[in-house]
């Protein structure tokens, strides 16, 4: 396993927005990926990461709530209800963070790692998740959902508190 680069919007916002492929062979070369991902996600303090953040065009998504880590390989989501506002933030444009709207409650239908496919439901931070990760598959940043940017001075309030606990 290894920790792979991000890709930030600042250096390569080009990338970010272009569309991923289906992935079509699930090989040990995908285990890999897969297993990179999830340890670059936890390295990063991340809760998702899609295959673009890491400079792969597929259709690949990892996310770890505090539950362990999901593998979604060609996610899509299937269903969506209810609308909420929360604080989102996004490894690939750092020092940014915003109030976004998203649904409160989604239904995702993708495969694993050796191509079965599964189904979850989500709701609250998992599906805020799963719509930030999946977007970013078809080249959509968190940026495109913000309701409220935070200011300078929320952003260091945000961050002293970090450092209290």
Not at 66 to 71: H, P, T
Not at 76 to 82: A, F, K, L, M, N
Request: hydrophobic content about 35%; proline content about 3%; overall charge negative.
């Amino acid at each position: 396993m290894a920790i792979r680069n991000i890709v930030t919007e600042d250096k390569d916002s080009e990338f970010l927005a272009k569309k991923c492929r289906p992935v079509e062979k699930f090989d040990r070369r995908l285990g890999e990926l897969l297993d990179d991902m999830g340890e670059t996600l936890h390295e990063a303090n991340g809760v998702g990461l899609a295959a673009i953040q890491v400079g792969v065009l597929r259709r690949i998504v990892v996310i770890d709530i505090g539950d362990g880590v999901k593998e979604l390989v060609n996610p899509v989501v299937v269903e969506r209800s209810g609308e909420q506002e929360s604080l989102e933030g996004c490894l690939s444009v750092p020092g940014k963070w915003a109030i976004t709207k998203r649904p409160s409650h989604v239904k995702v239908r993708a495969q694993d790692r050796n191509g079965k496919p599964f189904e979850y439901e989500g709701d609250d931070l998992l599906a805020t998740v799963s719509c930030h990760e999946i977007d970013h598959l078809d080249g959509i940043l968190f940026l495109e959902h913000v309701v409220r940017m935070l200011s300078e001075e929320e952003l260091e309030k945000m961050s002293s508190h970090s450092e209290e606990q």
